[in-house]
């Protein structure tokens, strides 16, 4: 018996070393993809996706030696201090090594990606690895892959327990105290950053004068670039979101049904003994939440097991409980 809880005890140890090792991995991971977002696809272009590196894009605009991610560290400092303040140390300390890494991470690729110092200050596309990644000509294409490649990475960090810093930071501080949706949030800050861009830089590079790309257009770039962020965020914290919820009612017993719900499916489900309004006929009604791909096989079963039966299908926003999500803790943040 003994042996048995040894056992158990380190099982549970491993996991607990493993979960700890794979959430420090996520952090630096997303930064990374994160930084390549911004190194390769919107920081040559002045694109503004919002943010503390949207911020910081504008003002590399007005000092170019000064590259966007020592910037970010500019802005990060004193967010930092906020989050330690408002969300708590344990969120804090993977808050600020994401926070850290992410500038760091988009300076080195950076230098690496230009061949001069001059190329490095003027973010020049045509210069960037060679100019294999110049997509000048394809700013709405760019705009969409880097806005994608930050969702992704900003996913990855906040599924991680962590932040990437900035309007991270102040997305959660407004989600804990304000009710709002992470994703949400995220789009209402990063909308004033962008409002800034175009106060401070007059919508990006380029001028009134371009006849092909006027520089007014990067401002809908920036739009739908903070846009596409902001669903890959939500996407990737909490999935297709694609879930449905059956409410079966039907005269009779659909013992059938209770079967295919129970061995088929390997699901379960809620019986609720009802009673018709009009007839005051006892009724059986099920409550079921099934994936997408599920409902139509669902609905087929239920027409063969009783043609007749009342079926309201539904959207199920977030799921909670056995072969679902778990509930989250008192306290604990969630994104979306």
Partial sequence: MNKAIETIGRQCQSLTRLDWWLSWTGIFVGCAVMAAGFVYFINPYSIVPGGVYGASIVMHNLFPSIQVGTFGYMFDIPLLVLSMIFLGAKLGSRTIVAAL????????????SYPTQDALERLDPALLLGGSVDMTDHLMLTSIVG?????IGCGIVVRSHGTTGGSDIVAMILQKYCHIRFS????MVDAVVVLFGLVVIGFGVGSTDDSVTPSWHLSFYSLIAIFVTSRVLAYVINGAKDDKLLFVISKKEMVE????????LDRSATLIKSSGLYTGADKEMLFLVVS???VTVVKSKIKEV???AFVVVTDVYDT???GWKQLPSAGELQPE
């Fill in 292 to 294: 997408q791909k599920e």
């Fill in 257 to 264: 049904l209770h079967r295919f719900i129970l061995k088929d």
């Fill in 184 to 187: 949400t949030a995220i789009l």
């Fill in 320 to 322: 909670f409980g056995e």
């Fill in 306 to 308: 009783d043609p007749c």
């Fill in 101 to 112: 890494s992410t500038p760091s991470i988009m300076n080195v690729m950076s230098r690496l």
């Fill in 147 to 151: 806005a994608t490649l930050i969702g």
